[in-house]
Nanobody, 125 residues
Framework: QVELVESGGGQVQVGGSLRLSCAAS????????ITWFRQAPGQEREFVSS???????HFADSVKGRFTISRDNTKNTVDLQMNSLKSEDTAVYYC???????????????????WGQGTQVTVRG
């Protein structure tokens, strides 16, 4: 069982930055892959970024070059650093977890069995 809690959301102006954090309560964090999804109002949830247990990362094309993802296995956290934010980044951001590696379907929701409650990110301007 894995419990996930997101934090770090808020409001920021276009061009600004936010850092989201996903904290996992589990004794086996090092074997978990974590992915961030987001859902904007009236839209389907979409893949943002993922980090495997070995540190391999993936990013959606819409955030490449602006977002970075990192994990700290000593703190059981995965951070999503979001820079050069745009109004279209406004969404509820969710982190999700799966034991092991998600393989080629890392961007699909059904792969992940554990989800956080989400944190709101609003980009104004």
């Amino acid at each position: 069982q894995v419990e996930l809690v997101e934090s770090g959301g808020g409001q920021v102006q276009v061009g600004g930055s936010l850092r989201l954090s996903c904290a996992a309560s589990t004794r086996t964090f090092e074997i978990i892959s974590i992915t961030w999804f987001r859902q904007a109002p009236g839209q389907e949830r979409e893949f943002v970024s993922s980090i495997r247990r070995d540190g391999l990362t993936h990013f959606a094309d819409s955030v490449k070059g602006r977002f970075t993802i990192s994990r700290d296995n000593t703190k059981n956290t995965v951070d999503l650093q979001m820079n050069s934010l745009k109004s279209e980044d406004t969404a509820v951001y969710y982190c999700a977890a799966v034991f092991g590696d998600p393989g080629k379907n890392y961007f699909r929701e059904y792969v992940y069995g554990f989800w956080g409650q989400g944190t709101q990110v609003t980009v104004r301007g």
